[in-house]
């Protein structure tokens, strides 16, 4: 049976007014502590925005921006995530996920000897729970405590995205007002009943609030389980043929 559903990749600057206000609306539908013009301006400074649509209408997308920055005196690269949404009749679709996997290989093979991180702030367990499904090691972690090296990544790079707002002590990001968080109606009733969602909720107590947990992951084939490494390894096959010319 032929899947429905779509995605396409464009710049967020490329976005019409009328695309914008239907992402926001979708958008809208499930967080609190949002306006337009904090949407807007959290949109236009990402890079990247991938959208699901069903017969050409939106019903999800996530952004992403890409950060180059050093460590420990040699370059790295991490994938910030943005906002990211599906639509709720859409649960449990992989459409998205997997082409976000695409993406993401794509972009890992434009520089392949630069590490590539996954940096994901989460406010949901939802959210959480895919680094799980992704990744084999990801921090933090209910399983093993994160190792110094990686704290050290995850603190310098949530400092210098989010600055006074990052408290390390915590692993949280802070606004002193949300800057948006997932409405009640949406809060996800069994989460009591699933171990990650449970360490998830320990770690970020307050994300009713607004709350969000600074996470990282490596974005490298040899991380990423099966269902994540096979969009990954296409992106990457999709990039060195256009990188040939194929």
Request: charged content about 15%; overall charge positive; aromatic content about 10%.
């Amino acid at each position: 049976m032929t899947n429905p559903l779509t995605t396409h990749t464009q710049t967020p600057q490329t976005l019409s007014e009328s695309q914008i206000a239907q992402l926001y609306t979708l958008y809208q539908t499930y967080y609190g502590g949002t306006t337009p013009e904090l949407f807007r301006r959290d949109l236009q400074e990402k890079d990247q925005i991938l959208i699901l649509q069903d017969n050409q209408t939106p019903i999800g997308f996530t952004t992403l921006k890409i950060i180059h920055s050093q460590h420990q005196n040699q370059p790295i690269r991490a994938i910030f995530s943005g906002d990211t949404i599906i639509h709720h009749q859409y649960w449990g679709s992989q459409t998205l996920p997997l082409a976000w996997c695409e993406l993401v290989g794509k972009i890992q093979a434009q520089q392949p000897r630069i590490p590539l991180y996954w940096l994901l702030i989460v406010k949901g367990d939802r959210t959480y729970r895919y680094l799980n499904v992704f990744s084999k090691q990801y921090y933090p972690n209910r399983k093993t405590p994160t190792p110094p090296e990686i704290q050290s990544l995850m603190n310098q790079l949530a400092r210098e995205r989010f600055g006074a707002h990052y408290l390390p002590e915590r692993g949280i990001v802070h606004y002193p007002q949300s800057q948006g968080h997932l409405k009640a109606r949406w809060h996800n009733s069994a989460a009591g009943r699933n171990p990650e969602a449970q360490f998830f909720a320990e770690k970020n107590p307050h994300y009713q609030q607004g709350d969000e947990l600074v996470c990282l992951t490596l974005l490298d084939a040899g991380n990423l389980k099966s269902f994540a490494l096979r969009g990954f390894l296409a992106g990457q096959a999709a990039q060195q043929q256009a990188a040939c010319g194929v």
